[in-house]
Structure formats: structure tokens, C-alpha cells
């Protein structure tokens, strides 16, 4: 097969995305959150579990510590308490805390709205702060690759081989898709994996643009 040219790809990220957004609209967020800091909180706390799960969580986090700085005073051992259910528990709890200090001392109980301010706060990434960005802010500084987002990118054949880190598959997807479309592509993405091109068992027969991928039928 010979290989794609960028423009041949951006024509057919095109229509992809206007099938996307066809099925999803911008596609919307599977966290509950209220505010970006309790957002910021709930990314962090979706790593390796579902986002259902951290929904079922953050209720009784937020009764607990209704506000950053209520958060900044909890004892390790209790926010450990409420999140146990989540997985890397005390990581995650250690985390929180020292985030919630953070946005005290330096943002004035505010999450910032700068990516690289995002990306300081413990816990947080590029993947969390793209998120943030996308999401609370909506401004969008580059898309969040999580797993649905780099599978369905290498599916897609719109990175190759050699994008073989969300960094990497990121900086690729940012190369295809106008910055106007980056702000829907992860939650889009993430409905779409979890529908049709799914880890095990893609869908592929009822997909609605299995015309537009290579890997169609192969799995």
C-alpha cells in the first residue's frame, strides 16, 4: 500500500471528523464535575479505572471537602479511605492533597487556565491537562491521548509506526486536524471506542466510517 500524503490524510480526517460529529456532536465528557478544579481532580483520579467508577467516588470526595482548600487540609489516610475503591489509592490520595495545596499556595484556590501551569500540579500530565483545557476552558492546546484516542489514531493509519507514545500520537493527530476540531476529538473518540472500535471485537461490520479505515475487517 503506498503511503498517504498528509493532504490525503487531512481529506479524510475531514470526513471522519464530519461523521463524528454527526454521531456524537462535540461529544461530551463522562466525568462529573461542577467546576475545573473538581475536573482537574477527576482526571487524576480516572487513571488505569473507568470513568463511571471515579463517578461514583467524587460525590463522597466533594461531601467530604467541599472546596480545594478543604482538600489541602485532609488527612492522607481518609481521602485514601474514600478513593480505595479506585486503585493506586495511596498515590492518588497523595496526590490530591499536594494538588489541592498547590492551587492554594500558587492559584489562589483557582486551577490555572495555562497548560504549562496545568502540567506543574502533582498528578497532572499532558493527557490531564489537555483535558482540563478542552473541557473547563474550553481552549484547546492539543488533544488528549488516552488508550481510545491512540488506538483509533493507528486504526485509522493517521499515525504510523513510529508514533509509538501519546506524545508522539498527539503531536501527529495535531499535524491532520485543524486546532478548531482538536477541542471535540478525545471525547468523540473515547464514545467511539467504547462503541464501535472497541480493544477486543471493533465493531467494524456496523461502523459508520469503516469506508474511511484501512484496518477495516482485520481484527
Not at 498517504?4 to 461530551?28: N, P, Q, T, V
Not at 487524576?44 to 489541602?72: F, I
Not at 476552558?137 to 488533544?143: E, K, L, N, W
Request: glycine share 6%.
Amino acid at each position: 500500500m503506498p503511503r498517504e500524503s498528509l493532504a490525503s490524510k487531512r481529506e479524510r480526517a475531514a470526513l471522519i471528523e464530519e461523521r463524528m460529529f454527526d454521531h456524537y456532536g462535540e461529544g461530551a465528557c463522562s466525568l462529573d464535575y461542577t467546576d475545573p478544579f473538581r475536573l482537574t481532580c477527576a482526571v487524576v483520579l480516572s487513571a488505569q479505572c473507568t470513568d463511571a467508577a471515579v463517578n461514583k467516588v467524587t460525590p463522597l470526595l466533594w461531601e467530604a471537602y467541599p472546596t480545594a482548600r478543604d482538600l489541602a487540609g485532609a488527612r492522607l489516610e481518609d481521602v485514601e479511605d474514600i478513593i480505595h475503591p479506585l486503585g493506586f489509592f495511596h498515590s492518588k490520595a497523595k496526590n490530591l492533597i499536594a494538588l489541592a495545596q498547590m492551587v492554594c499556595a500558587e492559584y489562589g484556590g483557582q486551577v490555572p487556565a495555562d497548560i504549562d501551569e496545568l502540567q506543574k500540579l502533582p498528578g497532572v500530565g499532558r493527557k490531564t491537562a489537555n483535558c482540563v483545557m478542552c473541557e473547563a476552558f474550553r481552549d484547546p492546546q492539543g488533544i488528549a491521548v488516552d488508550t481510545h484516542v491512540d488506538r483509533i489514531a493507528h486504526r485509522l493509519k493517521l499515525a504510523g509506526p513510529s508514533a509509538d507514545t501519546p506524545a508522539k500520537t498527539e503531536a501527529t493527530l495535531l499535524k491532520v486536524y485543524p486546532r478548531e476540531q482538536w477541542l471535540y476529538i478525545n471525547h468523540q473518540w473515547v464514545h467511539f471506542g467504547r462503541e464501535f472500535c472497541r480493544s477486543q471485537s471493533p465493531k467494524c461490520g456496523e461502523c459508520f466510517i469503516g469506508d474511511l479505515c484501512p484496518s477495516r475487517g482485520r481484527f
